[in-house]
């Protein structure tokens, strides 16, 4: 069974503190991993999206890496408006078009 | 680029009445839309699965007779809530994949619903 899970739950960090998000999976047969941003009562926002163990994207203060069983998100010196739900979702052979998401990590950023 | 729409953004309405929600890509073409409802600090729930000119997949649990879903082209579906209970209250995303694309899906903003 596909399955997406992400750690820490919540995490905390102060302005200028780098950190990194955890998203573990298992599926068969990846299509992509994708990352979204969620800020409160809004849809999400696409991030990125990772095909193959050992790729990287970047945008800005995220940067987000696969390996065949995890993907992270570091962020880099965050600042308080980086403060979101970041959801990881992965696309497999078996779940037909649908996307299984784990349930996110909710970061906190203050100044 | 890959922007989606949706409409209302928030609606009340009284328990026995029918609410429909509208979500439009408006800068792409979307082979595939998806519909996901999302309760207070929890994950996406996905309701169904829909593609342009075919009847929706729901996903297990879902009452296809109270969740209608139609998509008629390949920049429009629409969710309508039949007979809404408050039960029914709650966030709904819809989401769309692009005919030329990956397998990306990009969310419309969301529309509270709140069933009185």
């Known amino acids: 069974e596909d399955q997406v899970t992400q750690s820490p739950e919540a995490l905390r960090l102060q302005e200028g503190e780098s950190s990194s998000l955890n998203c573990s999976y298992t599926?068969?047969?990846?299509?992509?991993l994708f990352w979204y941003r969620q800020d409160p009562g809004k849809g999400p926002e696409f991030l990125f999206t990772l095909y193959s163990a050992g790729e990287e994207k970047e945008k800005e203060r995220l940067k987000a890496t696969l390996t065949k069983k995890e993907s992270f998100l570091h962020i880099t010196a965050p600042k308080p408006e980086d403060s979101a739900t970041y959801l990881c979702?992965?696309?497999?052979?078996?779940?037909?078009?649908?996307?299984?998401f784990g349930k996110g990590t909710t970061l906190s950023v203050s100044s | 680029g890959a922007v989606v729409s949706q409409h209302p953004s928030w609606v009340i309405c009284k328990s026995g009445t029918s609410v429909k929600i509208e979500c439009r890509s408006l800068?792409?073409?979307?082979?595939?839309m998806f519909w996901y409802r999302q309760f207070p600090k929890q994950s996406l729930m996905l309701m169904a699965t829909s593609n342009e000119g075919s009847k929706a997949t729901y996903e297990q649990g879902v009452e296809k007779d109270k969740f209608l879903i139609n998509h008629a082209s390949l920049t429009l579906s629409t969710l309508t809530v039949t007979s809404a209970h408050p039960e029914d209250s709650s966030f709904y995303i819809c989401?769309?994949?692009?005919?030329?694309?990956?397998?990306?899906?990009?969310f419309g903003p969301g529309t509270r619903l709140t069933v009185t």
């Open positions: 599926v068969s047969g990846l299509r992509g």
């Open positions: 979702a992965v696309q497999g052979n078996q779940a037909g078009t649908a996307l299984i």
């Open positions: 800068d792409f073409q979307a082979t595939t």
């Open positions: 989401s769309a994949r692009a005919v030329a694309g990956g397998y990306e899906q990009y």
